[in-house]
């Protein structure tokens, strides 16, 4: 696994990978996140925590996830092979599921007695009352009352699986409120909480802890691939929200030169608009959630309000690692509108029959653009990083298919 690149630490002993990552938080904070470092140092060393890890991988979530040749979608582009990462085959349909077992393990570990969280969607919600009801902890969900109304499956869900959810009406009553309700609890006891982060950002330790939970999933396409057809692919491809399904993929391939690694931003309405996520591509390094990374905000350093079509990709930040990434010019960042996005869900769910998250719709979509100029022998890996059930119901409303 590569925890260097050119001789920079990924990340160095206060989480600073390059100039980005770090813990920008107040000092009884600190003390709470340096005892899960500590405590998540020692587990992922023992021979115990990783055969949990495993076999939950193996017999609960369904790991390995298949790793499909888009036949049909390869031929009518014309151009270069394109495989699918199925990670939208996994229990409860996402890639979140990796790191949320990991979370919750670790804080049965730690002898935690609640886990906190913040949900926008409801994706990392779920996936986290799921790990929670499996590890037999309790699980407190934050999510703002004008999500909990958009996203009702998710909250059924969530109760159906025990956990407390807490409506959160300040604000806009959106993430962000969400947020700052979760991490007020949280700081209420941050001895006996425990607030389990949904992707490779905030203070350290989480950025590299998350990254390694998700580090499967390049483990898998290395080994898959090269079972396959006996190399590792040219492109390994996925949407960066916060990053935690790109690293997840990218990670195994981080010092394999001859491996292209893209990162795909929402471009919402379009790059000139005011309506797009697109961080990397237009944000400039910053500070945001207790860590140094790149920052889509004003002139008074104010984040900015952001926009995609995907709920899960629509974040001012991005983990720090991706800023180095992308100052290092390892990883090329790129972007999908909301309509390219469109077009992508539906073409992979009538050529291959497989409806993608809107997320993922992102990293198909970059494919469909790139692959018709590229030769035949080239073979790209998309990250289908979840399934698009939980936009089915959008998307036929926005294409007037109901
Ligand atoms: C949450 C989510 C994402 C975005 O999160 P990352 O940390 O950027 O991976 C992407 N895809 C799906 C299906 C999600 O649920």
């Known amino acids: 696994m590569a925890h260097q690149i050119n001789g920079i630490a990924l990340p160095n002993e206060d989480g600073f990978f390059g ?23 020692h587990i992922r060393h023992t021979a115990e925590f990783q055969n949990e890890l495993s076999d939950l991988f193996a017999h609960y979530v369904g790991r390995p996830s298949p790793l499909f040749y888009a036949k049909r979608l390869t031929n009518q582009l014309g151009g270069a092979q394109i495989y ?35 949900t926008g969607a409801g994706q990392h919600g779920v996936a986290l009352a799921t790990a929670c009801a499996l590890v037999g902890i309790p699980c407190e969900i934050h999510m703002g009352q004008v999500d909990i109304e958009k996203e009702h499956p998710n909250v059924v869900k969530m109760k159906i699986l025990g956990a407390t959810l807490i409506s959160v009406t300040r604000g806009t009553a959106t993430l962000k409120d969400a947020v700052d309700s979760a991490f007020e609890e949280y700081l209420k006891d941050p001895q006996n909480y425990i607030y389990a982060i949904g992707s490779v950002v905030g203070p350290h330790p989480f950025p590299m802890m998350v990254r390694d939970f ?29 990053g935690s399904n790109a690293l997840g993929a990218f990670t195994a391939f981080l010092n394999d030169e001859d491996v292209k690694l893209v990162g795909v931003e929402p471009a919402g309405h379009g790059l000139d608009t005011h309506m797009h996520s697109a961080t990397l591509t237009l944000g400039k390094p910053s500070h945001i959630h207790g860590m140094a ?18 709920s899960g990709l629509d974040y ?31 073409i992979l769910s009538r050529v291959e029959g497989i409806v993608p998250a809107l997320e993922s719709a992102h990293a198909v ?38």
């Open 19 to 41: 100039q980005y990552g770090g813990q920008f938080i107040p000092p009884d904070l600190k003390q709470a996140m340096d005892d899960i470092n500590v405590a998540y140092e």
């Open 293 to 310: 990374c790149y920052v889509l905000e004003d002139e008074q350093g104010e984040p900015l309000p952001v926009h995609s079509i995907a």
């Open 214 to 242: 998700q580090a499967i999933i390049g483990d898998e396409i290395k080994v898959q691939t090269n079972e396959r057809f006996g190399a590792n692919p040219d492109y390994v491809v996925a949407c960066v929200g916060g």
């Open 84 to 118: 699918l990462k199925r990670e939208d085959l996994n229990h409860t349909g996402a890639h979140k599921i990796n790191h949320c077992l990991g979370e919750a393990l670790l804080a049965k570990y730690m002898g935690k007695t609640k886990v906190i969280a913040e």
């Open 365 to 402: 979509a970059w494919a469909l653009r790139e692959a018709p100029k590229m030769a035949k022998e080239i073979k790209i890996v998309v990250n289908v990083s979840g399934r698009g059930d939980k936009d089915a119901d959008y998307v036929a409303a926005k294409l007037g298919l109901n």
């Open 316 to 346: 001012p930040g991005v983990g720090p690692q991706h800023s180095l990434l992308k100052d290092l010019g390892r990883v090329e960042y790129s972007t999908a509108t909301d309509q390219e996005c469109l077009d992508a869900f539906m």
